[in-house]
């Protein structure tokens, strides 16, 4: 059985993307980068929506170059090793191009406990709009947050505002550059 993880990168004042849409702010260095390839190793399923989707499917096909990363590739390895769910209504099913992938029209949080429960370990849900019912409900078991040092003025929270959580923290991180990894897990 497996337990629900909700990863999210977040400006300093708690939003994913700014009022543009734009996340540029949030690319990892690789001392950030690799510190998710850790972390992320145990995890057995992504749960995304459809723009998650449509950032993360780079990694399906990613080709180091002529420079290549070892932090990168073994994000790749990562990625492509993983059963992925997109939660998408409107997602056409020909955009589905990564391996070990499956379109859930209306992702209900009796689905998403199914998931969890079958799964080989940690699901990691991704995407403040899809994880917003499960956060609500009180489902999710970890909670990895990684938070940049902007202030972007409004945008997507990377929290429902009508979501009430107690949270323990449980581990934490500085990491070159300003950017904080937060661990929490409910009281």
Same mark, same amino acid.
């Given at each position: 059985?497996?337990?629900?993880?909700?990863?999210?990168?977040?400006?300093? #004042?708690?939003?994913?993307?700014?009022?543009?849409?734009?996340?540029?702010?949030? #690319?990892?260095?690789? @001392?950030?980068?690799?510190?998710?390839?850790? +972390?992320?190793?145990?995890?057995?399923? &992504?749960?995304?929506?459809?723009?998650?989707?449509?950032?993360?499917?780079?990694? #399906?096909? &990613?080709?180091?170059?002529?420079?290549?990363?070892?932090? &990168?590739?073994?994000?790749? %390895? +990562?990625?492509?090793?993983?059963?992925?769910?997109?939660?998408?209504?409107?997602?056409? %099913? @020909?955009? +589905?191009?990564?391996?070990?992938?499956? +379109?859930?029209? #209306?992702?209900? =949080?009796?689905? /998403?406990?199914?998931?969890?429960?079958?799964?080989?370990?940690?699901?990691?849900?991704?995407?403040?709009?899809?994880?917003?019912?499960? /956060?609500?409900?009180? /489902?999710?078991?970890?909670?990895?947050?990684?938070?940049?040092?902007?202030?972007?003025?409004?945008? =997507?929270?990377?929290?429902?505002?009508?979501?009430? /959580?107690?949270?323990? =923290?449980?581990?934490?991180?500085?990491?070159?550059?300003?950017?904080?990894?937060?661990? &929490?897990?409910?009281?």
């Amino acid at each position: 059985m497996g337990s629900l993880r909700y990863f999210a990168n977040m400006s300093a #004042d708690g939003y994913t993307v700014d009022t543009e849409g734009k996340f540029d702010w949030t #690319d990892p260095t690789d @001392e950030v980068h690799a510190f998710i390839n850790e +972390i992320e190793s145990d995890v057995a399923v &992504y749960v995304h929506g459809r723009r998650m989707y449509e950032t993360m499917v780079f990694w #399906d096909t &990613y080709e180091p170059g002529d420079d290549p990363n070892p932090v &990168y590739a073994r994000y790749a %390895e +990562i990625w492509q090793g993983m059963e992925k769910v997109v939660a998408s209504s409107s997602l056409p %099913e @020909e955009a +589905i191009t990564s391996a070990r992938t499956r +379109i859930v029209r #209306d992702l209900q =949080l009796g689905e /998403l406990r199914r998931i969890t429960d079958c799964a080989r370990g940690a699901v990691s849900i991704g995407g403040p709009t899809v994880a917003a019912d499960a /956060l609500r409900d009180g /489902l999710v078991d970890d909670f990895r947050f990684f938070v940049y040092p902007e202030v972007v003025g409004g945008g =997507l929270p990377a929290l429902p505002r009508d979501a009430r /959580l107690s949270l323990r =923290l449980v581990d934490s991180r500085e990491f070159a550059g300003g950017c904080v990894y937060l661990h &929490y897990v409910p009281r």
